[in-house]
């Protein structure tokens, strides 16, 4: 690591404070005249933009290369920019949403299809990506429930922690890696409402046992940065939380990572009414720990008033820069501004043959069959196709934060089922529109009329991409528009009809799964989603995902997940279908969720056969082997995975029904049997007390397997 003293002494306090700034890089871009539009409006100098240390949103490699070039020929002390942007789920090849991804249950896909993006965004330029989120939801009307990895706290602490080792590929100084940010540190998924941006209050007992364990994982994992939520958490927004940002991420977690706000964020400050001026909400944010604020202009006209009324020392300003110069430092920018990108490669190493079959493959993999009748798979000798619906030949299906994805280069699920059976003829009938006010059912008729005609029909239902991500929260999360009574009046005209359902969070569909005999939810599958539900509707692929967060009957169950408490009155699936007083079921609808959090069908039948523990009872200190057999009892291979919860039957808190304490992802061969093992401890059954410890108490537990609402084996344990 380079010694910095010389050049911090070297630099002048705007020029120190300009590497605490990020802007847009269409500041950089217009001309040295234009000062009108968003530079105006953040009310920066020509003389400011000099000095701003770091870029997002830039076009392409090229234009990284010209604003570092043009930046660097007038840089007094040649310190580079840094250049980031949001690389989710994919740079330019396209892979499914990361609520998808977590569905894969499979963290070496996750690394595979991570390694692809961090190589494409490395190429285009990026040198640090604000991946990966992993704010825990648990409400399906949040947009951002797409950019999570949904309503378990393991599965997003493994999938964050494999996003963070896949980027960064163990150094972030090589061309093909890319610096990690995790974010919205802490508990943005905890909107009230599932309102986006909304207030979160949230207990203690429950950050530590929910929402704060996967930002830990991916620290632990050994991310970069850090990027605190827009949200209040307990009354505080997050970036002026000193609980948050100091004791816990500071002092408890030990993180010395850089801190980087959300866009805005500082300025946001005085809407939340905790500061009364930007200089206000300038002082907070440095005072908890942010070291560069994106797209607000607090620190660059108010930071160096701050320390000459010695509210912050020089100390602390340098302290500050040091921190970003060393990072740039570990990213190789000293050496290599450009960090071995070369605009001219960008195209060639995007969107190649290798990388749509991986993100076919990815796509087919996240995807989760929630029913099937028996229908699928379908014969590739099928003679007539009806293909209906508003997503039958819709590019739109690569979801939001898509980065320099382009819909026009995603293969729609009519091509790709075209491709699959080129003999087949194919009636492709739109039907009717997706938007909330598509409500014309005049495409009706052409619909059921090729129904008829059909020998199967292929519905291809639901939201359009942008219902979800950032600032698309919905109050119902039903298909919009008439498509379900679309689907019902296909179904009547044809009953062998299969749906396959795309969106950017749990959808209810109860009356779906009432009328069509398969449903194959593909999420947003991205680039090449078309060919993914061709290869799992004609059986190139034996769908293996199960769902990383609930699809519940009604929004009016929101929030509703798997790892509840019993509480004194608990759900009962025989009162499912009825009213009975003085219940906790609604009046008007059961308690369980249309599918659990662990659900999803295969081609295959996977039987588990036996629970084993190496003991009933051990102490702290000691480990429990557990072992799972799952006989695949079908003629076709198939992938599985098996699921180990555990539920604390008896403690000083109320514990969750069920909680995942660890899972495996297998490959099982036609007729035959796998033995899973997992080894279990005393700190896997831990949890957050009343007096903020973590603790495990002695007493019985219940080890099992299965998935949530549908546990298949369950032996006790004792923990002395
Ligand atoms: C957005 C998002 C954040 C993203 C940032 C930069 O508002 O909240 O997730 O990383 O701005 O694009």
Known sequence: MKDFRKLLSQMTIEEKIGQLTQYNANLFIQSDADITGP???????????????????????????????????????????????????????????????????????????????????????????????????????????????????????????????????????????????????????????????????????ALREYYLPAYKACIDAGVDMLMPSFNTLNGVPSIANEWLMQDVLRKEWGFDGVVISDYNAVGELLQHGVAENLKDAAKLAFKNGCHIEMCSSGYIQHLKELIEESIFTQAQLDEAVLKVLQFKDKLGLFEDPYHGMIPENEEATCLTVEHRALARKGAAECAVLLKNDGILPLSKEVKKVALIGPLADEHEIIGFWACRGRNEESITVAEGICKMIPDAEIMVVKGCGNRFDDCDTSGFAEAVEAAKQADVVILCLGEPQKYAGEGNSRTDICLPGVQTELALAVAKANENTVAVTFSGRPLAIPKLDA?????????????????????????????????????????????????????????????????????????????????????????????YEDLCLSSDEFQAGEKITVSISVRNNSDRDGKETVMLYMRDMVASNARP???????????????????????????????????NEWVSESGLFQISTGYADHLILTKNLYLK
């Open 39 to 205: 530079m105006a409006d953040l009310g920066l100098t020509k003389n400011d933009l000099k000095n701003v240390g770091s870029v997002l949103n830039f076009k392409n490699a090229k234009e990284v290369y010209e604003i570092q070039k043009k930046h660097l020929e007038k840089a007094p002390h040649q310190i580079p920019m840094v250049f980031m942007m949001d690389v989710i789920h994919g740079y330019r090849t396209i892979f499914p949403i990361p609520l998808a991804l977590g569905c894969s249950f499979d963290m070496d896909l996750v690394e595979e299809l991570s390694r692809m993006a961090a190589k494409e965004a490395a190429a285009g330029g990026i040198q640090v990506t604000f991946t990966p989120m992993v704010d825990y939801v648990r409400d399906a009307r949040w947009g951002r429930v797409m950019e999570t990895c949904g309503e378990d706290v393991l599965l997003n602490s493994r999938m964050g922690a494999a996003q963070v080792k896949a980027f960064q590929n163990g150094d972030i100084k090589q061309p093909d890696s890319v610096a990690t940010c995790v974010k919205h540190f802490a508990a943005y998924g905890g909107a009230e409402a599932g309102r986006d941006y909304n207030t979160v209050e949230i207990s203690e007992h």
């Open 657 to 691: 029904v069920q909680q995942l304490i660890d899972f495996k992802k297998i490959e099982i061969k036609a007729g035959e049997i796998q033995i899973v093992t997992f080894e279990v401890d005393e700190t896997m059954l831990r949890f957050w007390n009343n007096r």
């Open 515 to 607: 009328a069509i005999p398969a449903i194959l939810h593909m999420w947003m599958p991205g680039t090449e989603g078309g060919n993914a539900v061709a290869d799992l509707l004609f059986g190139d692929v034996n769908p293996s995902g199960k769902l990383s967060m609930s699809f519940p009957k009604a929004v009016g169950q929101c929030p509703i997940y798997y790892n509840h408490m019993n509480t004194g009155r608990p759900k009962s699936p025989a009162k499912e279908s009825r009213h009975v007083g003085y219940c906790s079921n609604y009046i008007d609808c059961g308690n369980l969720p249309l599918y659990s959090f662990g659900h999803g069908l295969s081609y295959s039948e996977f039987v």
